[in-house]
């Protein structure tokens, strides 16, 4: 994120590069660099006659450099984007030689998404010198709360941490759908308002009860009616509440209750920290390890690794989510 900032200062400074070469697993990221290059490097009178945007599927690497050495008209510059430039990943590495002796006048993006150009090869190493390349990396699924909070913060709103963790629970790791929910809050929210699980089920339609977040914590907590409530309306909706996602969430709270046990500091920020967990919920990992001893805790891990498996269809083919879910709670808190 830091990085981000720091190009699109630049780039506002007018401190330009000849290639803009955007990699990576994370597109949030690459969009964000291309669009303000793509928005604000020409005026809109200039871009009509020295703004290209070309799709990978549809060109090859000598299109692009064709393009890109052609020189501007009535403009500094010619901004030249390739979009979905992954299409042209076996023949990429041609775009070397033109890498190594850029048209200065030219602007030339490359969004190169969900892969990465080989960093032994002639083209990383030329660009590294004449250009700017940029790797967008995937988060981690608990390094996304830390960035919706950090999103959020300059334009005046907060999240409480479950609220958070809720989008993180229903939209994964992909920062594109989360922040377009997050757009969405923020037309309908004044400034300086606190984003609560209560506004994203009501405008978001994300259950605030009944989740695998709460159904997480009914489990840690031993709550057996609470847990038994959660996993009937998952069996009622199996649809909006895959078994595949439930069993693997709770393999991880599992897995990290036992790396808990296994802390010699038990502080709320050493285990925040071995965990990778926000310290908001350390008093849930805390209050679970009372109720499963590291004996049951392994037991349950192996539970949940048979489950999986199930859940994939081996061994449990005709046999409906609801009640495979139903006979794993049970096991759980047996």
Not at 164 to 192: R, W, Y
Request: no cysteine; hydrophobic share 40%; net charge positive.
């Amino acid at each position: 994120m830091d990085e981000v900032k720091q190009l699109v200062t630049d780039i506002k400074n007018k401190n330009l590069k000849p290639i803009y070469f955007l990699m990576g697993e994370e597109p949030y990221y690459i969009d964000k660099v291309s669009d303000f290059i793509e928005n604000n490097v020409l005026s809109e009178e200039e871009k009509g006659f020295n703004q290209a945007i070309l799709y990978g599927r549809d060109i090859s690497v000598e299109d692009i450099v064709s393009t890109a050495k052609r020189y501007p008209m009535m403009a500094e510059y010619q901004v030249v984007i390739i979009k979905e430039a992954q299409d042209l990943s076996r023949q990429i590495e041609k775009l070397a030689a033109y890498a190594e002796n850029p048209q200065p006048t030219t602007i030339l993006v490359v969004n190169y998404k969900y892969k990465k150009i080989d960093k032994r090869k002639s083209l990383y190493k030329t660009l590294k010198k004449t250009g700017v390349i940029y790797e967008s990396k995937k988060l981690y699924e608990n390094q996304v709360a830390d960035w919706i909070r950090r999103v959020l913060s300059p334009k005046g709103y907060s999240i409480t941490p479950k609220a958070a963790q809720m989008l993180v629970e229903f939209l994964g790791t992909d920062l594109s759908k989360i922040n377009n929910e997050l757009e969405k809050l923020k037309i309908i929210l004044p400034k300086e308002s606190q984003i609560t699980p209560e506004l994203i089920e009501e405008n978001i339609g994300i259950s605030k009860d009944f989740n695998n977040f709460e159904l997480r914590k009914a489990i840690g907590d031993r709550n057996t009616i609470k847990a038994h409530r959660i996993v009937n309306y998952f069996a009622e909706n199996p649809k909006d509440n895959p078994i595949v996602v439930t069993v693997s969430l709770l393999f991880n709270f599992f897995s990290q209750l036992l790396q808990f046990h296994g802390l010699k500091d038990k502080s709320p920020r050493a285990v925040a920290s071995k965990l990778k967990i926000n310290p908001y919920f350390v008093n849930e990992y805390a209050t679970a390890a009372k109720n499963y001893p590291m004996k049951k805790v392994s037991a349950v891990i192996s539970i949940l690794r048979d489950f999986d498996v199930k859940s994939k269809g081996v061994g449990a083919n005709s046999v409906p989510q609801g009640d495979l879910l139903k006979e794993l709670l049970v096991r759980i808190l047996s």
